[in-house]
């Protein structure tokens, strides 16, 4: 079994910044890519970034690029997505997933372990 926390949610403006955390305990390993994603009111969760388990790949939803960046710390078994720039439509609570694969990976189905989530609202 794997768990995953995140932290770091929280309340800011249009145009702040956040960073959230996710830790992972019990049968972690470092080979494994992570991702983040994020369900707003009713929508879908959708991918916003995942990262290789080395870390040395990574990719991003279109409506994040630029402004968010994942990056880990196996030492840690901690995966992070720094957001900068924030708009009100980032407004979600974020996931972070645990893939089965190596590889970076979009689709919700290659992520087999997932957190409760972290609360993110943007306020206009």
């Known amino acids: 079994q794997v768990q995953l926390v995140e932290s770091g949610g929280g309340l800011v403006q249009a145009g702040g910044s956040l960073k959230l955390s996710c830790a992972a305990s019990g049968r972690t390993s470092s080979s494994n890519a992570m991702g983040w994603f994020r369900q707003a009111p009713g929508k879908d969760r959708e991918f916003v970034a995942s990262i290789s388990g080395r870390g040395s790949s990574t990719a991003y939803a279109d409506s994040v690029k630029g402004r968010f960046t994942i990056f880990r710390d196996n030492s840690k078994n901690t995966v992070y997505l720094q957001m900068n720039n924030l708009k009100p439509e980032d407004t979600a609570i974020y996931c972070c997933?645990?893939?089965?694969?190596?590889?970076?990976?979009?689709?919700?189905?290659?992520?087999?372990?997932w957190g409760q989530g972290a609360q993110v609202t943007v306020s206009s």
């Open positions: 997933g645990r893939s089965r694969t190596i590889g970076v990976v979009t689709g919700r189905n290659h992520y087999d372990y």
